[in-house]
């Protein structure tokens, strides 16, 4: 069983994150929430996320900012984006910086389950 860490300032976004991925099929992994990229950096030392789902815009650390700092602390954890901001700057730097996935807001089960699926 996969560990899905949620990173995301929004409660209400961490919820719907979260039945996305058990109407995706995928709720039977274990899920843990963040609610910034700094709780999210401590909670992956802790708990050994096998993919980290975060939001970009985010108080205190950013999403690319949290996606730095883990590889920073050569921690080899996957890390996807589902943002409502989708530029075509912010996918470019998302890949350089080794996201495995860039997903917009809205989106569907399907589409979660595409984009996290191949990286559990």
Known sequence: MAKILI???S???RMIV??????AGLGTHKLVEASSGAEALASSQAEKPDLILSDWNMPEMSGIEL????KAKGMAVKLGFVTSECTEEMQQLAKQEGAVFFLSKPFTPEALQAATTPHL
């Open 67 to 70: 996606l730095r700092a883990l």
């Open 18 to 23: 979260m039945r996305a991925l058990r109407q």
């Open 7 to 9: 990173v995301d300032d």
């Open 11 to 13: 409660k209400a976004m």
